[in-house]
Nanobody
Framework: QVQLVESGGGLVQAGGSLRLSCVASGSIFSINAMGWYRQAPGKQRELVAGISSGGSTNYPDSVKGRFTISRGNAKNTVYLQMNSLKPDDTAIYYC?????????WGQGTLVTVSE
């Protein structure tokens, strides 16, 4: 049983930056990977960043070079540093965790990027 809570969303102008945080609690010791997804109105949820328990990361081309995912030293926190934000980045961003095949989601945090 894992609970995820995101924070850090808000309104930012194009070209600006935001840092999202996700804190995991509960039975966190068996978490294998964590990630960030986003969902814009009328669109499907998509992966924007993933990180494995070993620290390897992956990003889609749409955010590569602009977004960086990292984990805290305690391994119960994951961050998403978002730079050079674009209006197309506007979405609800969700934290995700995989625990031996079980998938958990946070409640989401809204990121709005103005022109």
């Amino acid at each position: 049983q894992v609970q995820l809570v995101e924070s850090g969303g808000g309104l930012v102008q194009a070209g600006g930056s935001l840092r999202l945080s996700c804190v995991a609690s509960g039975s966190i010791f068996s978490i294998n990977a964590m990630g960030w997804y986003r969902q814009a109105p009328g669109k499907q949820r998509e992966l924007v960043a993933g990180i494995s328990s070993g620290g390897s990361t992956n990003y889609p081309d749409s955010v590569k070079g602009r977004f960086t995912i990292s984990r805290g030293n305690a391994k119960n926190t994951v961050y998403l540093q978002m730079n050079s934000l674009k209006p197309d980045d506007t979405a609800i961003y969700y934290c995700n965790a995989d625990q031996g095949g079980l998938v958990y989601w946070g409640q989401g945090t809204l990121v709005t990027v103005s022109e």
